[in-house]
């Protein structure tokens, strides 16, 4: 794996610990850890996926494209 820094917003860095707390409780086997970085390496395999959806020119307009509501 190659280091990557990134930076969230304030409640998206505390909705992101909730849900890998809540993923990892709900998990049915004991094996790999689910964390942050867990999912943020899924999300960009998401985001991978459905590249040529994305189109736009600013965060929000990229947002809307994958059908997500702007943050503003």
Same mark, same amino acid.
């Given at each position: 794996?190659? &280091?990557? *820094?990134? &930076?969230?917003?304030?409640? #998206?860095?505390?909705?992101?610990? /909730?849900?890998?707390? !809540? /993923? #990892?409780?709900?998990?049915?086997? !004991?094996? *790999?850890?689910?964390?942050?970085?867990?999912?943020? &390496? /899924?999300?960009?395999?998401?985001?991978?996926?459905? #590249?040529?959806?994305? /189109?736009?020119?600013?965060?929000?307009?990229? &947002?809307?494209?994958?059908?997500?509501?702007?943050?503003?």
């Amino acid at each position: 794996m190659v &280091r990557k *820094e990134l &930076r969230l917003h304030a409640d #998206q860095a505390d909705e992101l610990t /909730v849900l890998a707390s !809540k /993923v #990892q409780r709900a998990r049915r086997e !004991k094996g *790999e850890r689910i964390t942050d970085n867990t999912l943020i &390496r /899924v999300a960009v395999d998401l985001l991978l996926e459905r #590249q040529k959806e994305l /189109v736009g020119s600013t965060e929000d307009e990229l &947002r809307v494209a994958l059908g997500l509501t702007p943050r503003a």
